[in-house]
């Protein structure tokens, strides 16, 4: 279900079908095996069937885990006593910002941040955004917007990055530039980690490892870019990844049994 580590790609056969989460081209060491045993390596995150992928299910999840993170995270710092920040009372209200917020874990991030209460704004930021918004008591609560300001950026204190572009290394929105505009503490989720991330400083984190505190061009951000965030709750993701795979892996087994040409949904995903 995961992309086969170095130490299991070595040992494919020649000429073997691997099906898997490949996310490419994050992952370089494939290509030489690739090459050299002449794998057939279908990625699930590549196959849409119908409007469908297999991908979207594992995508709502992480949505739903990397905002409830993200939520702890800044939960504990409005809460708590902190050497840095001083005490901040707990009905001190936030402003989040979502970026990617058109795609699966876009949508179900902010419908997550939107049920809390402790969000002044939520800014959602997308090329593809949709005009959505949610309005609390007459003031909107949810702003789409095609592009970020720098001023809702200076405003954030929860920064949810889930920006990805297929078969591609996940776009880095946020470098170095971004964070001269940055508020000082501010907590970023970054669940496009799995293919690289969106946040320029990101690495991979350990499952469920706490939130780690990085300092970039002297600034603290409390970052949280843990691989893999449907993996952390296997009692809802495995059901639902096993539904949304099943009638790829079929199609697949039938087309070896049949010695028919593979289709042209399947074709897109087979990595050459």
């Given at each position: 279900?995961?992309?086969?580590?170095?130490?299991?790609?070595?040992?494919?056969?020649?000429?073997?079908?691997?099906?898997?989460?490949?996310?490419?081209?994050?992952?370089?060491?494939?290509?030489?095996?690739?090459?050299?045993?002449?794998?057939?390596?279908?990625?699930?995150?590549?196959?849409?069937?119908?409007?469908?992928?297999?991908?979207?299910?594992?995508?709502?999840?992480?949505?739903?885990?990397?905002?409830?993170?993200g939520?702890?995270?800044?939960?504990?710092?409005?809460?708590?006593?902190?050497?840095?920040?001083?005490?901040?009372?707990?009905?001190?209200?936030?402003?989040?910002?979502?970026?990617?917020?058109?795609?699966?874990?876009?949508?179900?991030?902010?419908?997550?941040?939107a049920?809390?209460?402790?969000?002044?704004?939520i800014?959602?930021v997308?090329?593809?955004?949709?005009?959505?918004s949610?309005?609390?008591?007459?003031?909107p609560l949810i702003?789409?917007?095609?592009?970020?300001?720098?001023?809702?950026?200076?405003?954030?204190?929860?920064?949810?990055?889930?920006?990805?572009?297929p078969?591609?290394?996940?776009?880095?929105?946020?470098?170095?530039?971004?964070?001269?505009?940055?508020?000082?503490?501010?907590?970023?989720?970054?669940?496009?980690?799995?293919?690289?991330?969106?946040?320029?400083?990101?690495?991979?984190?350990?499952?469920?490892?706490?939130?780690?505190?990085?300092?970039?061009?002297?600034k603290?951000?409390?970052?949280?870019?843990?691989?893999?965030?449907?993996?952390?709750?296997?009692?809802?993701?495995?059901?639902?990844?096993?539904?949304?795979?099943?009638?790829?892996?079929?199609?697949?087994?039938?087309?070896?049994?049949?010695?028919?040409?593979?289709?042209e949904?399947?074709?897109?995903?087979?990595?050459?």
């Amino acid at each position: 279900m995961k992309e086969p580590l170095p130490e299991e790609i070595k040992k494919a056969k020649f000429g073997q079908r691997i099906v898997a989460f490949i996310h490419t081209p994050a992952l370089d060491y494939l290509k030489p095996a690739i090459e050299e045993k002449k794998l057939q390596i279908f990625a699930l995150e590549r196959w849409e069937r119908d409007g469908v992928d297999p991908l979207s299910e594992m995508s709502k999840i992480a949505g739903e885990v990397g905002a409830n993170l993200g939520i702890m995270a800044l939960e504990t710092k409005l809460i708590y006593n902190s050497k840095r920040f001083g005490y901040v009372s707990s009905d001190k209200k936030a402003n989040a910002m979502i970026i990617g917020s058109a795609g699966q874990v876009g949508r179900v991030a902010t419908e997550v941040l939107a049920k809390q209460d402790i969000f002044n704004k939520i800014v959602c930021v997308d090329p593809q955004n949709h005009s959505f918004s949610k309005y609390i008591d007459g003031r909107p609560l949810i702003i789409n917007t095609k592009q970020f300001s720098l001023d809702s950026l200076a405003d954030a204190d929860l920064i949810i990055c889930g920006a990805r572009v297929p078969t591609q290394s996940a776009p880095k929105i946020l470098t170095a530039k971004e964070v001269e505009f940055l508020k000082d503490g501010v907590v970023i989720v970054d669940v496009a980690i799995d293919e690289g991330g969106n946040f320029e400083y990101s690495y991979p984190q350990k499952p469920n490892e706490s939130p780690r505190i990085v300092m970039v061009r002297g600034k603290e951000i409390v970052l949280i870019s843990i691989p893999n965030l449907p993996g952390t709750v296997p009692r809802v993701s495995t059901p639902a990844i096993s539904r949304a795979v099943f009638p790829f892996v079929k199609s697949i087994i039938e087309t070896f049994q049949s010695n028919e040409s593979f289709p042209e949904d399947v074709l897109k995903t087979l990595i050459i």
